[in-house]
C-alpha cells in the first residue's frame, strides 16, 4: 500500500519538518499556484482579445460574463486544482489541460462559449507558462519575501538602536582589536541589507505574448493589420509585468537570474550575520532566552545551544545553492528552446522556500538574544592593549619617533592592564593635557563614532 503524502512523510523537509514556515509560498510557488496563475493567463488573454477593437471578431465582453470569468479565478481552489490534474491525465500535457478546463467552465454560459475559439489564440504553451511564472516570482517577491526579510532588518535595526551606546572589544583575524559598539556592528548588517533588499524590489519582471518563436506569426496570419506587439504590450503590463522586447519562443529568464542574484545577495548578507551572532553567542556576548520545556542537550542539560542561527545558515546556503543553479540553467536554451529550463522552472519554489525557513529562524533567534552587559565589560577591562592604538597615534603627531615600534615592543604577546598602559604613557614626553586623556581613557570609552554610526540607522530606514 503506498504512503499517503502529509508533512511526516514528504520527502522534501519543505512540505515535512518546516511544513509551518512555508504556508505562505505554498498557494503562490506549488503546482497548484501554477495551474492557477496558467488560469488567469487564459482568461486575461480573452479579455484582452475582447477588448480590441482590432480583434473585430470578438465582441467586448458584458459585465456579466466579465464577472462570471472573475468568479472562476475567486473559486479556483485545490479541488478544482485536481480536475486540471485529471484532465492532464488524459492529455499528458500541462498546459492544454488548463485550456480544456477552461472550456468546460464556459460552456454553459452562453457569451463566452460563442468565442470559445479565442481561449488560447494565438498563443504556444510558453506564452502561458512565461507570464504563470513571472506573477509567481512577483507575488512571491512582493507578498511574501519582501515582508518577511523586513521583519528581519527591523529586527536587526532594533538592537542596533538599543545597543547604539553599548561598548564591545572589536575582534580583526579572531584577535582583540580596536572598541565599537554593539549597536554599530548590528547597524552595519543593517544598512547592508536596506541597499540589497532594494535591488531586489527594483528587479523588473518581464513576459512575452508572442506566439510559437517570438515573431506573432500565427497572429498576423489571423489579423494582418492589428498591432499585436501593442496588444501583447497592454496586456502584459496590465498584469503588472514588463514586455520582454524580442525572444524565441522562451522568454529568454535574464530578469530571473537578476532576481535570484539579488536574493542571493541578501541571503550571503544574513549568512555572514548568522555567523557573527553565533560567535558573539559563543563569546558571551550574547545570553538566549531559555524557552520552557526546550532542550539544548541530550546529556548536557546546561547548554542552550545557537539553533536558530544554525538553522538559518544551513537553509541559507541550500536556497543560495538552488538559486545560483536556477539563475545560472534558465537562461541557456538550444536555438528557439528546448526543454531543460521545464523541470528547473518547477523549482522555482524551493530556493525560495529554504530561505523563508531562514528569515523565520533568525527571527526567532533575534528575539530570544539578550546583550551581556557583564561579559561585554569584563573582555573591555581584559584589553587595555587596545588602546596602544591611541597612544601610538598620539606620539606620532607629537613628533616622537619610533612610536608604533615602542608600543610594539611593549605589548604585542603580552597582557596589558590599566596600571602598565597609564605608567607607559606617563613617561611619555608629551604635553599634559595629552597625557591626561590618554591617561583617562578606558576600552570602553574609545569606540570612535561607533553610537553615532548605530543611532543613525533610525534615520535611513529603506
Known sequence: MAMQLTALSAISPIDGRYADKTWDLREICSEYGLIRYRLIVEIRWLQALAAEPEVDDIEPLSQAATDYLESVIADFDIGEGQQVKSIEDTTNHDVKAVEYYLRNKIKNFEEIA????????GCTSEDINNLAYAQMLRDARDDNLLPAIDRVIEAIAAISESEADTPMLSRTHGQSASPTTLGKEMAVFVQRLRR?????????????????????????????????PGIATRFIRGMNLEVSPATTQIEPHDFIAEFFHALIRINTVL??????????????????????????????????????????EGNLGLANAIMDHLAAKLPISRWQRDLTDSTVLRNLGVGLAHGGVAYASLLK??????????????????????????????????????????????????????????????????????????????????????????????????
Open 271 to 312: 549568512l555572514d550575520f548568522a555567523k557573527d551572532v553565533w560567535g558573539y553567542i559563543s563569546v558571551g556576548y550574547f545570553k538566549q532566552a531559555t524557552v520552557e520545556g526546550e532542550v539544548g542537550s541530550s546529556t548536557m542539560p546546561h547548554k542552550v545551544n545557537p539553533i536558530d542561527f544554525e538553522n538559518a
Open 365 to 462: 533567534g533575534i528575539n530570544k538574544l539578550e546583550p551581556n552587559a557583564d561579559r561585554l565589560d569584563a573582555d573591555l577591562e581584559d584589553n587595555w592593549i587596545v588602546l596602544a592604538e591611541a597612544v601610538q597615534t598620539v606620539m606620532r603627531i607629537r613628533g616622537i619617533s619610533g612610536a608604533y615600534e615602542q608600543l610594539k615592543a611593549l605589548t604585542r604577546g603580552k597582557v596589558i592592564d590599566a596600571d602598565a598602559m597609564r605608567e607607559f604613557i606617563e613617561s611619555l614626553d608629551i604635553p599634559a593635557d595629552d597625557k591626561a586623556r590618554l591617561k583617562a581613557m578606558r576600552p570602553q570609552d574609545y569606540v570612535g563614532n561607533a553610537p553615532e554610526q548605530a543611532h543613525a540607522v533610525r534615520g535611513t530606514r529603506g
Open 196 to 228: 540589497q533588499r532594494a535591488l531586489l524590489a527594483e528587479v523588473t519582471i518581464f513576459g512575452k505574448m508572442n506566439g510559437a518563436v517570438g515573431n506573432y506569426n500565427a497572429h498576423l496570419a489571423a489579423y494582418p493589420n492589428a498591432d499585436w
Open 114 to 121: 460563442h468565442v470559445n475559439e479565442f481561449i488560447h489564440f
